[in-house]
T-cell receptor, first 110, second 113 residues
């Protein structure tokens, strides 16, 4: 099935570092969502973006909806051990289906 | 807690069998979505229901079917199971139809032996 290109595939960082990941598509998306998934649990919604250029924060997390509507990025500042998990971007395409990225696996070392 | 409840949490069965997965959406949500997550495929959209009616279909096999009941809970039926059907199956719900954030349950892990 269709998936968004998400990078990097995995990240290994030290506690306190900032993290940046992004998601790109060849087609336009109307809404971008960012989720975090912990092992054995369902994806948890972090941030929702509805307009091109929109920049939204949720605590130490900041996400932006790209101006071209074909990309989005997520930044995590001052990472902590509980940030460990898999981060997924997702976007609604022009058929109103939610398409997921391939995920970024984040590992934080103390 | 997302408010979306899925049962059972784990299911182990054999090839050729039939199983039913159940989902209760968040209170007030009318849309229910089903997804399959396997190691090499990520999250794949299967099907969506809105207020009891099928609204959209994704990569859902003919051996799979779903329905949404008047109380808005949904069931996903998987039949003639094959080894490749082993995966996590997630249900999500949202308030409305278009461009709504979806809230996920904790999934049902299906293992086919």
């Amino acid at each position: 099935g269709q998936q968004l290109n998400q990078s990097p595939q995995s990240m290994f960082i030290q506690e306190g570092e900032d993290v940046s990941m992004n998601c790109t598509s060849s087609s336009i998306f109307n809404t971008w969502l960012w989720y975090k998934q912990d092992p054995g649990e369902g994806p948890v919604l972090l941030i929702a973006l509805y307009k091109a250029g929109e920049l939204t924060s949720n605590g130490r997390l900041t996400a932006q909806f790209g101006i071209t509507r074909k990309d989005s990025f997520l930044n995590i500042s001052a990472s902590i051990p509980s940030d460990v998990g898999i981060y997924f971007c997702a976007g609604y395409d022009n058929t109103d289906k939610l398409i997921f990225g391939t995920g970024t696996r984040l590992q934080v070392f103390p | 807690d997302s408010g979306v409840t899925q049962t059972p949490k784990h299911l182990i069965t054999a090839t050729g069998q039939r199983v039913t997965l159940r989902c209760s959406p968040r209170s007030g949500d009318l849309s229910v979505y089903w997804y399959q997550q396997s190691l090499d495929q990520g999250l794949q959209f299967l099907i969506q229901y809105y207020n009891g009616e099928e609204r959209a279909k994704g990569n859902i096999l003919e051996r799979f079917s779903a329905q949404q009941f008047p109380d808005l809970h949904s069931e996903l039926n998987l039949s003639s199971l094959e080894l490749g059907d082993s995966a996590l199956y997630f249900c999500a719900s949202s308030v409305g139809l278009l461009n709504q954030p979806q809230h996920f349950g904790d999934g049902t892990r299906l293992s086919i032996l």
